[in-house]
């Protein structure tokens, strides 16, 4: 699961797809499209954060509607904060990757729910591990789709092409 999160086989590596991306294709918008690359980074960036901080037993509070885990702004204010969005990206993927690398017992693990959906199934940090990487790698396809849509692919880290 751990090289995963960085992109085998069929998934791209996240980090390569926006870590070369200038601000203003980060803040792009596209007709029939509701996110921007900038948007679904910090949403990605929302959810790793709390289902890290949930497997470390924090218990942060559920989102009361969807939309409070996307930025309103189709892009951050500027280029600092864009970098800063990248940064943190790479750090929530290293932490996860951390918590993906531990003994099969820890894996095993419950995560306690923070919302009546958790509690309806199992949820060990091996599953919750495996959800939030299906959330990016969902994500970080949309974010390929954008970068080839504006010319921008494939990113200087790689990526197919075909």
Same mark, same amino acid.
């Given at each position: 699961m751990?090289?995963?999160l960085? $992109? %085998? ?18 803040g792009?918008r !596209?007709? $029939?499209? @509701?996110h921007?690359?900038g948007?679904? !980074? +910090?949403?990605?960036?929302?959810w790793m954060?709390?289902?890290v901080?949930?497997?470390g $037993?924090?218990g942060? %509070? ?20 864009w %970098? ?8 929530m993927i290293g #932490?996860? #990757?951390?918590?993906?690398? +531990?003994? @099969?017992?820890? &894996? +095993? &693990?419950e !995560? ?6 958790? +509690? #309806? ?7 919750v591990?495996w959800?939030?990487?299906?959330h ?17 692919w494939p @990113?200087? $880290?790689?990526g197919?092409?075909?």
């Open positions: 751990a090289e995963l960085y $992109g %085998k086989g069929a998934h791209a590596n996240p980090l390569a797809c926006v870590e070369d991306l200038p601000l203003e294709l980060a792009r !596209v007709e $029939g499209f @509701p921007s690359i948007q679904l !980074v +910090a949403h990605m960036n929302y954060e709390y289902e901080r949930r497997i $037993g924090e942060p %509070k559920y989102p009361d509607h969807a939309a409070e885990s996307w930025p309103t702004e189709a892009a951050p204010g500027n280029e600092h904060e %970098k800063n969005s990248i940064s943190r990206f790479e750090e #932490k996860l #990757k951390i918590l993906a690398e +531990a003994s @099969p017992e820890r &894996l +095993a &693990l !995560v306690d729910p923070t919302n009546p959906d958790h +509690a #309806k199934h199992a949820s060990t940090q091996r599953d591990l959800q939030t990487l299906v990016n790698s969902y994500h970080v396809g949309q974010i390929a789709m954008l970068r080839r849509m504006f010319g921008a @990113p200087r $880290g790689g197919d092409t075909w």
